[in-house]
């Protein structure tokens, strides 16, 4: 059984969790709380788990998987229908770029490590915090949006007519955005494919307020 | 022909150049100048080929590709020998796992953007930019030092005997925390295997010391 550790608003997490139920794979979840206890992915237990201290963890019998992208890959390669990769060399590029483009230029800048160290090390206050958000999201989402919007290969999602990792990783940054109240306006083909995407059971299943763990 | 927009200083455009040399591919280098003219990754005519206004970018005949992973990934796939991937869905989580902890967890924290926005929009001073930068190096190396010595499948590289799209990531982030003086004597195996991975050719020739472009 696919034992997945995780927190309902980690949107690593939440990305795993789309691919998993995209595969249609029955998996557990295991809460891993990020603000509980100091943070439990921090604990001994835990941290011997996943050196970086950090959800998503993928126990697939003895193997213990790390890194949210990594995990999709290998879920793809073990199980590869429906394929979250298009099947040519330069198709699959564009998917991992969008993705990286997410994963290497949103997502590390406005995670909750990286917020706190803001607040407690270098006293940020809530606006320029915010402010900081936004920028990241905003330098991120408009690099998508011109990479989907001007790409002949966008289709209903991101690459052609059926979900992708691409897919994986938008919905989740999205959520994260408007949570954050960032204005997307501005951001038409993100906004048109994410729709695309809510409509959907495996991305609905995979929302935070639909975790066992959701507050 | 293949044509790589790069920096000789970019540690995303070193992390390709050694895997094109591993590759024994030709390439030409188009330097793209990261302080110059305000920043030539700005300039509308770079922009229009990589909406990020990041270096690194590979031109391949028509084919424009962006993102550093996603990249080597492509080069990997069109030109198998010699493989930077494992055969095995387990050890190509394992390479990617490693790829990621540097490429999500560490770089974007602290490439120039991020540190000139510290220094210009938050007024951070060069003692806190550098304790930032020591910050996220620390975490990461911490969870990668684990990651290589707690395995057996590390090998006199970071997966085997043969350089991986890890070992292409890893030794750009050390030269550049070494850069940033950022001691590393609490990362026995990562300086074990950086000290092997300089002692091959394709490695030296993907030096920033070594490009055309060098100062």
Chains 1, 2 share one sequence.
Request: with cysteine; aromatic share 8%; proline share 8%.
């Amino acid at each position: 059984m696919l034992k997945l550790y995780t927190y309902f608003r980690s949107s690593a997490s939440y990305r795993v969790r789309i691919a998993l139920n995209l595969k249609g794979l029955a998996w557990d979840a295991v809460p891993v709380h990020l603000l509980k206890d100091g943070g439990q992915q921090h604990v001994p237990d835990f941290a011997a788990l996943n050196p970086n201290e950090l959800v998503p963890v993928l126990s697939d019998g003895d193997a213990t998987l790390v890194q949210s992208l990594a995990i999709i890959e290998y879920l793809d390669e073990c199980h590869p229908q429906p394929p979250l990769l298009p099947a040519d060399p330069l198709g699959r590029a564009r998917v991992r770029a969008l993705a990286q483009t997410i994963a290497c230029e949103v997502h590390p800048l406005n995670n909750l490590r990286v917020l706190r160290y803001l607040e407690r090390q270098l006293d940020i206050d809530a606006d320029g915090r915010s402010a900081w958000y936004r920028h990241w999201v905003e330098r991120g989402f408009s690099a998508v949006e011109r990479m989907l919007a001007e790409s002949p290969d966008t289709g209903r999602f991101c690459h052609g007519d059926t979900p992708s990792l691409a897919d994986c990783c938008l919905l989740p940054q999205v959520f994260n955005a408007e949570r954050f109240r960032v204005p997307l306006s501005a951001y038409p083909t993100i906004r048109r494919i994410v729709e695309q995407c809510r409509q959907l059971e495996p991305f609905q299943s995979a929302a935070p307020e639909a975790q066992p763990d959701a507050e």
